[in-house]
């Protein structure tokens, strides 16, 4: 994908656009497209960088420039965020290229929310929260965000994970319609809702036994907001390593959140859908020996076969 998405200077976004800066800063690259629209933008892009653009010639419809910014901020619903953020379809901002790149601050998009909608906007802001924290860390530890933080509590070690990204996901053909899907809006458009992002991560690392630090690679390849700070912490916290448990779904989570749309279609939706079974018995499946962990006793993940047995004669 040519990404052409933020620019703190102009409204082409070439001035920052991610991949498209200059070493040296220089290079004079033509940036007033204003009258001659996107196409033209896109049709210089490729004649500038034709090997980015051969290698994945699609463009992303996110746009971007400060202009794209203030209409999405201007567009964001607090209230309607608060209730429905989890869901594909939810009022989800969709700011986080423009805050990556510069082109909005964290701080300006706290301060408007709150301003907009008062308490109604807290569940917002504190999500924005989560970006700072990342980025807190990130300051922190530099490029310590590639490393383990903490040791695996999915009971297998590191070495039991594989190094390389799976071939069909990168390809979009895993036969499963939802991670081709994940897989292909990552590749074309540059963006993916914060569910799909666990999900795929939790498909990679915990079905696919991969190394969370290639999935992360992969995303920040293709991601228009992609960033060391929150991408590689979420997708430790998925695997465990920052975090007291890993991260897994089942096939109802993602069913109910996307309103089916990839259940309808998908060829394994009646027989060889991997999601689909009761939480302890993925649990169980995907951790065969769970570390112990006698500080979590209540939600699901953590406790080891025993302790799910002991739930399950409860029940
Ligand atoms: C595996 C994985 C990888 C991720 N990689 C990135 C990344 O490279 N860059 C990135 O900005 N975010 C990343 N996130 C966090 C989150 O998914 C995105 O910030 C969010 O989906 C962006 O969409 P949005 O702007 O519509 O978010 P909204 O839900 O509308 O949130 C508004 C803003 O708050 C911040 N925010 C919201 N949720 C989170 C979160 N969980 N963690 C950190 N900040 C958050 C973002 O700046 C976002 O733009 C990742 C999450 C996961 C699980």
Known sequence: MLRIAASHEDDTGLASATGLIMPDGSKGLRKDFSDTGREDLVDYLAGEFPDVFGRSPEVSPIRGGRRAAEERLASASPQSYAKTRNRLGGAVTMLSPYIRHGVVGAREVRDYVLEKSGRTGEKLVQEIGWHDYFQRVYRRIGTGVWEDREEWKTGLGPEEYAEAMPEDLLEERTGLACMDGFARDLHEIGYLHNHARLWTAAYVV????????????????????????????????????????????????LERNTDGVYCRTCPLARSGCPFDAPIEDLQEKL????????????????????????RRRRR
């Open 206 to 253: 915990h079905h696919r036994r991969v190394k969370w630090q290639a999935g992360a690679a992969w995303f920040l390849r293709h991601l228009l907001d992609g960033d060391p700070a929150s991408n590689n912490l979420s997708w430790q916290w998925v695997a465990s390593t920052f975090s007291s448990k890993p991260y897994f779904f089942d096939r109802g989570n």
């Open 287 to 310: 951790f065969p020996q769970p570390a112990p962990d006698p500080s979590r006793k209540k939600d699901g993940v953590r406790g080891g076969r025993e302790e799910r047995r002991r």
